[in-house]
């Protein structure tokens, strides 16, 4: 299922993953700066959509690479900040962006443990379970959903190896 197939009309809160949901996933690699950054066709115009029929929208991602020293939390900073003014400029809105660098699957902020929920339920009361989805394109992000109690969608994923793009079905 393509994301702006995703019916998200009995929620109120969601949570996307980011790598191979909302921009395309390097195969062996990280997005380390802004220009290897590359959304999804029809994720930005379909965020936009959902802004307006969302409480809110948060964005949960797994960011190793930060942990390895591949890049830098500064740099992850500036390739979030070029995503959500993009996404902005197309009337969508993006309420938070949570991450892990923990190098440590025992960390309980990684996916699938369920700390960057507990902090988005800290830093926002408002947010109710029963009504919160997850969408993202991977078993960890199904796994994370599970751990929460919430309802979860995998999308199709598109991934890049080199030049070449491929997608991976949901």
């Not at 991602?61 to 003014?85: A, F």
């Amino acid at each position: 299922m393509k994301i702006n197939e995703v019916d998200i009309r009995k929620y109120d809160t969601l949570l996307l993953d980011r790598d191979g949901t909302i921009n395309v996933h390097i195969i062996g690699d990280y997005v380390r700066c802004w220009e290897d950054f590359e959304f999804i066709p029809n994720v930005v115009e379909t965020i936009a959509k959902w802004s307006s029929q969302l409480k809110h929208i948060f964005i949960v991602t797994n960011q190793r690479g930060i942990g390895k020293g591949k890049y830098t939390e500064n740099d992850l900073d500036i390739i979030h900040s070029h995503m959500v003014e993009e996404i902005e400029k197309s009337g969508g809105r993006i309420d938070h962006i949570y991450f892990c660098s923990s190098l440590t699957n025992d960390d309980i902020r990684r996916k699938p443990g369920r700390g960057m929920f507990d902090d988005i339920l800290h830093d926002y009361p408002d947010v109710e379970i029963s009504k919160t989805l997850m969408i993202g394109d991977s078993d960890v992000d199904r796994d994370f959903a599970k751990n929460i109690g919430i309802d979860f969608v995998r999308v199709d994923s598109l991934k890049k190896q080199g030049n070449k793009k491929y997608w991976v079905l949901a």
